[in-house]
């Protein structure tokens, strides 16, 4: 199975700053790579999918990057609501894989 | 608008058996292939189960194969989730989702919990 790695598991920033997550590949995905945002209740909801694609309604603060077995979600200016727990996840081999989840509280 | 309504969430008792099911409406459900996804109480997510658009393929996580069966019905646009011999390891909430392009889950259920506890 194709382990993911995010780091860090959480981190506190504040309003206006840029945050960057990262997603670390145990083997090359190419491009599978893909972002969810989740808040406590809820289901996920799709951001970025094929590592750089911004899903439609998303907004463009948030952007993914890299390549091979590094990728990265960032969020250009951070929002009040953006306080919640985001995963990445690969669906270029099965089984589906799952980062273990990035906690993001706002200062 | 696409939507996916979850039913059959509830507590059971270790080694009895559970269906959940899926609805999908808003969206051509016959071309989309289906997964489970289930979250542990304070925990992340652990993908389950998916089954093709027409059903004829089928995958599972190693941890529920031989116990979990994902079936689908595109007539009544449902995918069902049939679980046996459960236990505490199961309880979770559980959703399905939608897959789209890189194996991208664009929409989700709201979830179904599921509690095993004597």
């Known amino acids: 199975d194709i382990q993911l790695t995010q780091s860090p598991s959480s981190l506190s920033a504040s309003v206006g700053d840029r945050v960057t997550i990262s997603c670390r590949a145990s083997?090359?995905?190419?491009?599978?790579l893909n972002w969810y945002q989740q808040k406590p209740g809820k289901a996920p909801k799709l951001l970025i999918f094929a590592t750089f694609t911004l899903q439609s309604g998303v907004p463009s603060r948030f952007s993914g990057s890299g390549s091979g077995t590094d990728l990265t979600l960032t969020i250009s200016s951070l929002q009040p609501e953006d306080s919640a727990t985001y995963y990445c996840?690969?669906?270029?081999?099965?089984?589906?894989?799952f980062g273990q989840g990035t906690r993001l509280e706002i200062k | 608008q696409v939507q996916l309504v979850q039913s059959g969430g509830s507590v059971v008792q270790p080694g009895r058996s559970l269906r959940l099911s899926c609805t999908g409406s808003?969206?051509?459900?016959?071309?989309?292939?289906i997964h489970w996804v289930r979250q542990a109480p304070g925990m992340g997510l652990e993908w389950v189960a998916v089954?093709?658009?027409?059903?004829?393929?089928?995958n599972y996580a190693d941890s529920v194969r031989g116990r979990f069966t994902i079936s689908r019905d595109n007539s009544k646009n449902t995918v069902h989730l049939d679980m046996i011999s459960l236990n505490s390891e199961d309880t979770a909430l559980y959703f399905c989702?939608?897959?789209?392009?890189?194996?991208?889950?664009?929409?989700w259920g709201p979830g179904s919990q599921v509690t095993v506890s004597s």
């Open positions: 089954i093709s658009f027409d059903g004829s393929k089928k």
């Open positions: 808003g969206f051509t459900f016959s071309v989309y292939a």
């Open positions: 989702a939608r897959e789209e392009y890189a194996a991208s889950f664009d929409s």
């Open positions: 083997q090359s995905i190419t491009n599978s």
């Open positions: 996840q690969q669906g270029y081999r099965t089984p589906v894989t």
